[in-house]
């Protein structure tokens, strides 16, 4: 990729941690309840990007319709709501290590962290993660287990997500 004449090398990194994600009733969480918080860095190419291409694509604004979301500016210290009370922004994105932008997080109710998207992702490719976070399987099976499963199912895996993010 050549960005300002400079050739760039991106490495994207995804990191889904699963267990503990249950609610205490041992069900899962509603929607709603699951926060998608999206970390950005001001002028950051990729971030823009990522919001021009992915995060503005309907389906995708659809799926993280279902979602408390909040959006984080990295470099901040103005407060966002979060957990409850007003907090930091630059603090949020301290308390999930996060250094690389841009860095989409789901958390559950009480913050645990369900998965992470970092860098730029194309939208099959995040509408896949919405998908496994959405349709609850991270109570499940691992994200790796849910993309081997629906490879197997008739329409592979761009074909399910594509036509329900929620699956």
């Known amino acids: 990729m050549d960005i300002g004449g400079r050739a760039v090398v991106v490495i994207i990194t995804l990191a889904v941690l699963v267990g503990g994600v249950a609610s205490a009733s041992g069900g899962e969480y509603g929607l709603k309840e699951i926060r998608a918080v999206y970390l950005y860095e001001p002028g950051c ?92 399987n991270y109570t499940r099976e691992s994200f790796e287990t849910y993309l081997d499963r629906l490879a197997r199912e008739p329409g592979g895996v761009d074909d399910k997500t594509a036509q329900n993010p929620g699956r």
């Open 45 to 136: 190419p990729f971030c823009a990007r990522f919001e021009k291409e992915t995060l503005a694509e309907e389906r995708v604004r659809e799926g993280l319709g279902r979602l408390e979301r909040i959006n984080v500016n990295a470099f901040t210290d103005d407060p966002v709501m979060f957990g409850g009370k007003m907090t930091p922004q630059r603090r949020i994105a301290s308390m999930y290590g996060v250094n690389f932008f841009p860095t989409m997080l789901f958390l559950n109710p009480e913050g645990k962290e369900i998965a992470r998207i970092r860098g730029f992702f194309e939208t099959p490719d995040f509408l896949e993660m919405l998908g496994y976070v959405t349709g609850g």
